[in-house]
């Protein structure tokens, strides 16, 4: 049970027969000493003849309202004030005893979230500072189930890493083991086979130092406490350069690959150099990978406000499928359905390219249509200044 719109607390019939004696319990018990008090004060007044003429006194010069009433009997005035006081009373104790009440729901409550019904909520409103309380329990059990959420996510999390880690290194490593096999056993007619099978096997093991190696850079970035080698960089310039650099490689592909920024000034801010090229090696390798019939790959640069830097990585390749958007910065997820090595690499690129991107404190994304698949970055200039990640990408709705 998880009540969007709680109702005010309802006592159950035996309550409120409980409550209805203690104010009918109360009543008497007043009245009773009301008359008390009043039976010992005429008995005093009837005994002290002075004190009788006293009040007489007062009543006589005591007018009240603007006709001068005059006040004939003390006895209705006493009864008066008495029966206000009595109310107040009763009005108090029924306030506390219905108080007592709703803390013993709330404790009922507490005891049935704790037995394990963590799906379930204080589903009622009360009034004052305890409201306050039951406010605070819910979002503590949310609290908890959130933190549960998040360790169960983990835990699938790891074990997704050691299969798809498993994965990608028996494929190469059964490749090598068998051609060694093969020459273990002599398993070969001439010295070209035998170059075949160990150039066969050199390539399978870098293939597995590969992932290994981008493995460690992944499990390093992902930690907070990484530390970075923060220094000025002029982010065009870094853009340029490494359109630059890959050139020759997007001329053998069929593409053109360049550099620009919108700025005046250059884009100044801090960061890590070598990280950050990480970063856009990574976007530039996928565009030059996937982008098969894309002719164009653009590395635009801009400044969103004084304290914020956007880049696109952009091509006219292929478009992205919608269901992969979402997914695609997540570890060993490739949009081609089969984990081939022709097509794809380890499948940490992105997610490596992600978490570099946040220990600059600034965020990516991906935005694809049919004229252009963009990789959109923003960046803070100063890194003690991280931005804040737009409601919109929390939800997975980027575009």
């Known amino acids: 049970m998880n009540p969007t719109n709680p109702t005010n607390m309802k006592l159950t019939t035996r309550e409120k027969s409980a409550l209805f004696m203690e104010g009918v319990v109360t009543v008497i ?34 007018v009240l309202g603007p006709h001068h009433y005059q006040l004939w009997s ?65 979002a503590l059990v949310d609290s908890v189930i959130h933190s549960m959420d998040e360790e169960r996510a983990i835990e699938k999390s790891k074990d997704e890493l050691i299969t798809n880690v498993s994965h990608d290194i028996r494929t190469p490593l059964t490749s090598i083991i068998g051609y060694l096999g093969l020459i273990e056993d002599k398993q070969y007619h001439s010295q070209d086979d035998l170059l075949k099978y160990t150039h066969t096997a050199f390539l399978k093991s870098k293939q597995m130092k590969s992932l290994v190696d981008d493995l460690f850079e992944y499990t390093k970035v992902r930690q907070t406490d990484t530390p970075l080698s923060l220094t000025k960089i002029d982010l065009g310039a870094m853009l340029e350069q490494l359109a630059a650099s890959f050139e020759l490689e997007a001329q053998k592909k069929g593409m053109d690959i360049g550099a620009s920024d919108d700025s005046a000034d250059p884009l100044m801010m801090e960061a890590d150099p070598e990280k950050l090229v990480r970063v856009f090696n990574n976007l530039v390798a996928n565009a030059l990978k996937y982008g098969d019939g894309g002719k164009h790959i653009n590395l635009v640069a801009k400044r969103v406000s004084p304290g914020e830097l956007e880049v696109r990585v952009t091509n006219d390749g292929p478009k992205i499928p919608k269901a992969s958007l979402a997914l695609i910065f997540e570890r060993f997820y490739r949009v081609e359905e089969s984990r081939s090595k022709e097509t794809g690499g380890t499948g940490l690129g992105l997610a490596i390219a992600q978490s570099i991107v946040a220990l600059h404190g600034g965020y990516i994304y991906v935005e694809s249509d049919d004229a252009l698949t963009s990789f959109v970055i923003h960046l803070p200039v100063q890194h003690d200044h991280p931005l804040t990640v737009p409601q919109r990408l929390k939800t997975g709705t980027p575009q």
Do not use: C
Request: no cysteine; aromatic share 10%.
């Open 29 to 62: 018990l007043l009245l009773m000493l009301n008359l008390a008090l009043l039976v010992l004060i005429v008995q005093t007044i009837e005994s002290n003849p002075g004190l009788r003429d006293g009040i007489f006194i007062i009543k006589r010069s005591v």
């Open 74 to 138: 003390w006895e209705n005035l006493f009864i008066g004030l008495m029966m206000i006081a009595d109310a107040m009373v009763v009005w108090w104790r029924l306030i506390r005893r219905y108080r007592q009440m709703q803390l013993h729901h709330i404790i009922e409550e507490l005891h049935y979230i704790a037995n394990g019904h963590f799906d379930h909520r204080i589903p009622f409103r009360v009034s004052g500072d305890v409201q306050r309380v039951v406010d605070s329990v819910n």
